[in-house]
């Protein structure tokens, strides 16, 4: 008989994150796949805010996702402004949804209980016995991008101090470490002997690639002139979107196409950007539908600022974009600059960046073909598989 597993993925948000598909959500699709998955649990943080949100909390801290034919289950544990999540007294005295999860775990012993961190939170998690603790890594947790200020500042002080303490506890407790990036790698070794396996991130090669535009999507775009500048991803404050501005202030005649959600303290910067008539904003889209809207696109922009979390960044839209046949450009993140290719991918300090662009543009340097060819070799099925392997074989 195959080996039974039931896996606890920790995560930052609810599973349906503003219909963002993340490297765990992918990992647990994939997880879903195999004939010894038993179980999977998805561990995050309830935002209980306000009393709607409480009451939210009270109805569904604990239901099922169906994910195609199968399904997890979602476990939210009550979080305020970030701070709870790693705050282990609380948690102690109140997580009843943990208790559960655990009095499930004693009741079956013929399974293997797999505890996987995929942000560091919930930290008193490692107090119970598991089979394994794995920690895949694909952000610089400690070192946000926020820039708040007064009351906001010491809330975001609090939460970092609480997050390098809980990261520091994961890394001595897991078994297996896993990153996106060399940054993300050679930092968890300044703390540990331990092998950290370096798995960049991918792309859904095939969905993006054979994606056919349906006409509601081209009549989205209809009037739209080119050439068509995008990005398409959440649009965070780590986006450099005053350069977007620029580009989009110099260059009248190109469209700058932005598709994804935008977070509730909306910046000035990104605020100036919409207000262009040149600029043309479509919403936070379905996972199946992104492959459609990059597709309209001529050139694919990666503006991150040049900050320290970027360093980090494994950008899961660089291969999207390569594998719908889209040149990208990108700045602020370094951890891309080996994957340059002639036609597919450019990688550009901040004050050239428009400049490459307008050439890249001007010149039609784009080669389709070459960008899915990288795009290929980039394929989630084969990270995935390389991920769940070195994290659960001895």
Not at 210 to 232: C, H, M, Q, T
Request: hydrophobic content about 35%; overall charge positive; charged content about 25%.
């Amino acid at each position: 008989m195959t080996q039974q597993y039931n896996y606890y993925i920790v995560a930052p948000s609810e599973w349906e994150d503003n219909n963002l598909k993340f490297r765990r959500h992918r990992l647990v699709e994939k997880l879903l796949e195999l004939s010894s998955t038993n179980e999977i649990y998805w561990i995050y943080p309830f935002s209980c805010h306000n009393r709607q949100q409480i009451k939210k909390y009270k109805d569904e801290k604990s239901k099922k996702v169906m994910i195609g034919t199968n399904h997890i289950l979602s476990v939210g544990i009550p979080d305020f402004k970030g701070i709870l999540k790693n705050n282990n007294l609380f948690n102690r005295l109140d997580f009843k949804q943990k208790k559960q999860i655990l009095e499930d775990k004693g009741c079956t012993k013929n399974i293997k209980h797999i505890l996987w961190y995929t942000t560091p939170i919930f930290s008193n998690l490692l107090d119970y016995e598991w089979d394994r603790i794995n920690y895949d890594c694909s952000d610089l947790w400690r070192d946000p991008y926020h820039n708040n200020k007064g009351i906001y500042k010491l809330i975001d002080k609090l939460r970092n101090t609480a997050t390098i303490k809980a990261e520091n506890l994961i890394i001595e407790k897991s078994d297996r470490i896993t990153t996106t990036s060399p940054y993300l790698a050679k930092l968890i070794k300044k703390q540990t002997n331990k092998d950290v396996c370096i798995i960049e991130n991918g792309v859904d090669f095939e969905l993006f690639k054979k994606a056919k535009i349906s006409s509601r999507i081209n009549d989205l775009f209809e009037g739209i002139p080119s050439p068509r500048i995008g990005f398409v991803g959440g649009l965070k404050g780590k986006i450099d979107f005053n350069v977007i501005y620029q580009m989009a202030v110099l260059n009248e005649d190109y469209s700058i196409i932005l598709v994804g959600p935008i977070p509730s303290n909306l910046t000035s910067e990104l605020n100036r950007l919409l207000d262009l008539d040149n600029v043309y904003y479509f919403g936070a889209q379905k996972n199946h539908l992104i492959p459609q809207f990059i597709k309209q696109l001529d050139l694919g922009l990666l503006p991150y600022k040049e900050i320290e979390y970027n360093k980090a960044v494994s950008p899961l839209k660089l291969y999207e974009y390569l594998a719908c046949g889209v040149t990208a450009i990108g700045m602020g993140i370094p951890t891309t600059k080996h994957h340059q290719y002639a036609g597919c991918y450019y990688y550009s300090e901040k004050d050239e960046f428009i400049n490459l662009c307008v050439n890249i543009l001007e010149n039609n340097y784009m080669e389709k073909e070459k960008c899915i060819s990288l795009a290929k070799q980039q394929d989630w099925d084969v990270k995935l598989k390389h991920l769940i392997e070195y994290s659960t074989v001895s």
